[in-house]
């Protein structure tokens, strides 16, 4: 609550390339406190790429990118963890030669409180009581779902003021997206702020605040969910309705 | 005792008997075979070398750890890392004669003194070497495609060569000779000598300090983590370049205890020896599995017992002039049947 609106991140005219190519053409996102705005968009419009301008991975080459009023542009990727966005990545990258107790721990590499850290461990097996189950199993091993959530736990253990989730329902089965999307709103409710990236624009718009809709690296629309979930040309692109 | 050369013949698990397997257990065979017989014909005399290949092996782990290490986290062979080695077995030899003031044949408490101080010198020379040339030659390539950095490696290899070879000229340079000789014990005609004892004695603590750091501390998760993916550490807010240095840091250390052990164990040192024994130490990590570290110890150690047993036994043994055509006929055998080692995994996962 730095900037009295509440305005926690903000992507100001943002261009990331990756090499010679341009994938973001001038992105302006904002995102306040409490939060959840989504992004949605057809495949290869630049959403992963947002998520990696933020998080430090791949720096903007123009535009710039502010985090409770801190300037993140051109910061590491570590120091972005430590300001306290997390992410749950694309395609889940968890560590598959760790147990998925060890995952979770990574999650909360920059911390040192071990009590608290515990406590968040219990938290996130509350959650998915699954990851309790399978909790010296290598994560290589685990099932799609059960990878899932161990990454969206494993960024939880960041105890992020912003979780960024890239495509939480990708591969799943009806019954964990529904789960998914729960779990997304109860840490909401618990006061993280979220970004999410989705393919699944419906269940998206249902639970999000606000959304944008990404073309070929530009915004296409910015807008409430519900306006968005009424928009004409978004019904017929992205929910496949007409 | 006779079967540790070899492991058991592991490509049985894999599929069908194909030609090149039946090919690969005939040969296994043939040489446990060898064994047998020069264990049979001269009992003591195998043991004796089975002594002295445990204690090269000591050395080839060192520094087959080091390729290992750099290779899990990068993907790169640094094949700088044996004239790291090499300038650490210079380093050596120069802090013991020079600044400890050892000469050949001194004893008592002072020796081990100096050796401890000499060791601890040279880890420290060869880590920062290594660290160095990391953040030097191979970040700004760490984006580029994957020979560019492999070609800087071998550049810096000849670069290390040469300073090898300005400081201390084109012959073997001589090494106070400090380790005690003096018999550890003498069973059955078997001896053992201390020299040997404190390459083993060095060795393995050392090594237990490795394990504790990447099993038990936060940087050596940071590394296993880095390792297994790069990227997804950068998002746990693992300082990824920080941790690099580290794995060059720690990597070069181990380089920087072989070289001190080699120079006191063999006492002389040559520009050039970085180069063979890196590429001894280097077959040792894939054949152990590049990557798996108590693979590349495990490596180290058949490719000593190997070397010695070449070396020293007596009926039909090839002989020294072959050693390097063996090490080299290793490492094709193992990349042909096995090519991820003896305790690497055939790992499907990707990430
Ligand atoms: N490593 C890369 N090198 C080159 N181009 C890339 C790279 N990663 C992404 N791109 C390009 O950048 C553009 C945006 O990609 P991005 O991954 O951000 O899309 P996305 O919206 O996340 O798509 P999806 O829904 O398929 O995940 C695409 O045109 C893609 O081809
Ligand atoms: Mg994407």
Known sequence: MTEGNGLMLELKDVHTFYGSIEALKGISIDVREGEIVTLIGANGAGKSTTLRSINGLNHPRRGSIRFEGRDITNASPHSVVKMGIAQSPEGRRLFPRMSVHENLEMGAFQRADRKGIREDMDRVFELFPRLQERRTQKAGTLSGGEQQMCAIGRALMARPKLLMLDEPSMGLAPIFVERIFETIVEVNKQGTTILLVEQNALMALDVASRGYVLETGTVALADEAKALRQNEQVRKTYLGED | ?351
């Open chain 2, 1 to 351: 005792m006779v079967t540790e050369a070899r492991r058991p013949p592991l490509p049985l698990l894999r599929n069908r008997p194909s030609f090149t397997t039946v090919g690969g257990l005939t040969l296994v065979a043939l040489l446990i075979v060898w064994l047998i017989v020069n264990l049979v014909k001269t009992p003591s005399d195998f043991a004796e070398i089975f002594l002295i290949g445990l204690t090269t092996g000591c050395i080839y782990a060192l520094v087959a750890l080091g390729y290992t290490l750099v290779y899990g986290i990068l993907q790169l062979i640094n094949f700088a890392h044996g004239d790291v080695f090499m300038l650490g077995a210079m380093m050596s030899a120069t802090v013991a004669a020079s600044v400890f003031g050892l000469t050949s044949g001194q004893s008592g408490v002072v020796v081990w003194l100096a050796v401890f101080g000499t060791l601890i010198i040279a880890m420290a020379f060869c880590g920062t070497l290594n660290a160095t040339i990391e953040f030097v030659a191979y970040r700004p390539l760490r984006n580029a495609p994957r020979l560019a950095p492999l070609i800087t490696a071998i550049g810096v290899s000849f670069i290390l060569q040469n300073v090898g070879l300005a400081w201390k000229g084109p012959n073997y340079i001589e090494v106070v000779d400090v380790l005690p000789k003096s018999q550890v014990f003498d069973i059955g005609g078997v001896t053992y000598t201390w020299n040997k004892l404190i390459v083993v004695l060095i060795t393995v603590p050392v090594l237990i300090l490795l394990v504790w750091l990447v099993e038990r501390t936060r940087q050596g998760k940071a590394m296993r983590a880095t390792a297994q993916d790069m990227d997804a550490s950068a998002m746990m807010g693992i300082n990824v370049n920080r941790t690099i240095s580290f794995t060059f840091l720690i990597a070069g250390a181990l380089a920087g205890a072989a070289g001190l052990l080699y120079a006191l164990y063999v006492t002389n040192v040559r520009y050039d020896q970085g180069f063979q024994l890196g590429l001894i130490a280097f077959t040792a990590a894939v054949l152990g599995g590049v990557g798996n570290l108590p693979g590349a110890v495990l490596g180290a150690i058949c490719i000593g017992l190997i070397q010695a047993f070449n070396e020293g036994l007596t009926w039909h043994a090839p002989g020294s002039d072959w050693t390097q055509s063996i090490v080299f006929a290793i490492l094709i055998l193992i990349l042909v049947f096995r090519p991820e080692g003896l305790l690497g995994e055939r790992t499907p996962e990707g990430g």
